[in-house]
């Protein structure tokens, strides 16, 4: 079962899931954050939970037509104990036939984090400035902010005990600047569209798990508190 709810649903479907599920059922979240898994552990069971990553830029323009606006579209998952299952395996069978792009996890936390750094920043930007990403990486302060954001946050991944590459900040600067030009976060069209914003769990997450694990954090603080009152939308 795909599970790929906005984060701030997350809690309601989880109970909603609960009569569809049988022994051996597997829940894979394409969620974004870092969140999502420990709570469906809470209310479906960890038994249920596999980890996953959706990488692409979509948006709903009107109802019933999804718009993909970017040019990623894959799925990477995997069981939480990084095993290899025969629900995965199940899965995978059902994404070969189906033609879409994606990768079991060797280590499912690392690449949960690896998005989650990149998204939290990319999101978060892109929302603050009220600019697709080609702008920002571009202007020499800007990008600062963006390098300082991926920094933050992939020291705050490194404090949980997950290790991301060395050259995670380099390498994901790379990836930013093959993005489309005029490519925006799914947070800064849904603050355009007056829509509730998932930035308690992306920049938010990374301030309260920096504050938790002594790591500085200014960049998303700063992004966390200009667009808080934003966050409900309306």
């Known amino acids: 079962m795909i599970f790929a709810v906005k984060l701030y649903d997350t809690e309601a479907a989880a109970e909603a899931t609960r009569p569809l599920l049988g022994p051996h059922t597997g829940v894979v979240t394409f969620q974004n954050g870092v969140d999502s898994s420990d709570l469906l552990a809470r209310v479906l069971g960890p038994e249920h939970v596999i ?22 579209a894959s799925f990477v998952f995997g069981e939480l104990d990084d095993t290899r299952s025969e629900r995965v395996g199940a899965l995978v069978n059902a994404l070969q036939s189906a033609a879409v792009e994606h990768r079991i996890s060797g280590d499912i936390q690392r690449d949960i984090w690896d998005k989650m750094a990149f998204l939290a920043t990319f999101a978060g930007l892109t929302a603050l400035m009220r600019l697709p990403i080609g702008p920002i990486r571009e202007d020499a302060e800007t990008r600062a902010m963006l390098r300082e954001g991926l920094s933050e946050a992939s020291a705050v991944a490194r404090a949980t005990g997950v290790r991301l590459p060395d050259d995670f900040v380099e390498r994901t600067l790379e990836r930013c600047d093959r993005l489309p030009y005029e490519m925006k976060s799914s947070m800064l069209q849904d603050l355009e569209r007056g829509r509730r914003l998932e930035l308690p769990w992306l920049s938010g997450a ?14 998303h603080a700063f992004i966390t508190t200009a667009l808080k009152l934003h966050a409900a939308g309306g």
């Open 51 to 72: 980890g996953g990553v959706a990488h692409i830029a979509a948006v709903i323009a009107e109802p019933g037509v999804i718009l993909h606006t970017g040019t990623m």
């Open 206 to 219: 990374i301030v309260r798990l920096g504050r938790e694990l002594g790591v500085a954090t200014p960049n």
